[in-house]
């Protein structure tokens, strides 16, 4: 499956910004998640979501990241609140096969928060 992320930009400390990932195709039963590249920093996942709508948020964005998803239009929505300039970086959107393990990434789509 090809990812899609879109979304990102440059915008104010507080603001709230919406993300958005479209797959090439069906996403039902897989697990999506977006993952966060600060400025030399290795990638961490903040969060996931899996196709019985399970959710797992890093610790670090509970209480400002939400995720979504629509089986029908094949997209995963990142929700970021309350935006900092730490939230600065790269976004990539995720898929992951349950089955074969397999993940899928997409090319990233840059946030810049200023203060």
């Known amino acids: 499956v090809q990812l899609q992320a879109s979304g990102g930009g440059l915008v104010q400390a507080g603001e709230s910004l919406r993300l958005s990932c479209a797959a090439s195709?069906?996403?039902?039963?897989?697990?999506m998640g977006w993952a966060h590249q600060a400025p030399g920093k290795e990638r961490e996942v903040v969060a996931t979501?899996?196709?019985?709508?399970?959710?797992i948020y890093a610790d670090s964005v509970k209480g400002r990241f939400t995720i979504f998803r629509d089986n029908v239009k094949n997209t995963v929505d990142l929700y970021i609140d309350s935006l900092k300039p730490e939230d600065t970086g790269v976004y990539f959107c995720?898929?992951?096969?349950?089955?074969?393990?397999?993940?899928?990434w997409g090319q990233g789509t840059l946030v810049t928060v200023s203060s």
């Open positions: 979501l899996t196709s019985s709508g399970a959710t």
């Open positions: 195709k069906t996403i039902f039963g897989l697990v």
């Open positions: 995720f898929a992951r096969d349950p089955w074969s393990q397999d993940d899928y």
